[in-house]
């Protein structure tokens, strides 16, 4: 058993959990759904201000403790940090390959101590249609609210907000490459940014005056979690499946997060 606080565990397949946890599936909860750089983590700190609620562990966290470590075991290699984003989604593509659902089932191993964790549950972030499939059948009580917004919105978040996990090594140097001419590089770049939201990007990191590299890294990231993740079809999928009042869609691109913070309390019915 993984203890990630007092009240959330994770619990392996061959072990059951001790007798005061319950599985999270008996839990209602809140799921975020959305890609990076559609607010959630501005979302959870605005949230924070008003309500009550217990974070259960981050995607990140059990991306880390979970599906990384198990799959650099199953390698036969000690368990080792990664902190290159491209190479993170290439281990969760691979847990999502062994067990469907990936992040979604890793998830549906958590159990938690009612006595310690509140009555508000919520978790920062599924993203493709897979694991929104097996989010929604697993997790019968679940609420989902779906985040989003453009995708060079998203790319000029991550470049503001200079967060040291957003990072990922560049196949080839930069060095003298003017911006436009480095991102058309990207591989498969043109299947997520047009030629002229390119040329618009490119452009304004000049009038920025961001370093090359730092563009390219950044919108690598974003091609290849759009490569990954089909957050449209998820999207799609759970107002297509589910009840009207479990699922709550939000353009985070059209609105302040005050605003947000007050839709989604209204949606959940909290004064």
Known sequence: MKQFDPAIAFIPPQEEAPSQFRPLADFPFVILVGLTG?????????????????????????????????????????????????????????????????????????AVDPAGAGTLLLFDGL????????????????????????????????????????????????EGQMTLTALISIPEIGTVFSAEQLRQISQAAHAAALPVDEVVKKASIIVEERRNYDSNAARVYLTSSLPR?????IDTATQPPIAVTKQVMEWLNIK
Do not use: W
């Not at 897979?130 to 995708?151: K, R, W, Y």
């Open 38 to 110: 559609v607010g959630k983590s501005t979302v959870i700190a605005s949230l924070q201000q008003k309500l009550d609620f217990t974070l259960l562990p981050t995607r990140r966290n059990i991306t880390d403790e979970i599906i990384i470590k198990s799959l650099q075991q199953e390698d036969g290699y000690p368990p080792t940090p990664v902190t290159d984003r491209v190479e993170r989604f290439e281990y969760t593509a691979r847990y999502r390959a062994r067990c469907p659902g990936g992040m979604a089932h890793a998830l549906s191993r958590l």
């Open 127 to 174: 993203r493709g249609l897979n694991e929104v499939q097996h989010a929604a059948t697993h997790f019968s009580h679940a609420h989902f609210i779906v985040l989003d917004a453009p995708d060079t919105v998203r790319l000029a978040r991550l470049l503001k907000r200079a967060d040291t996990f957003d990072t990922t090594h560049l196949p080839a140097s930069t």
């Open 245 to 249: 009042e479990q699922v709550l869609i």
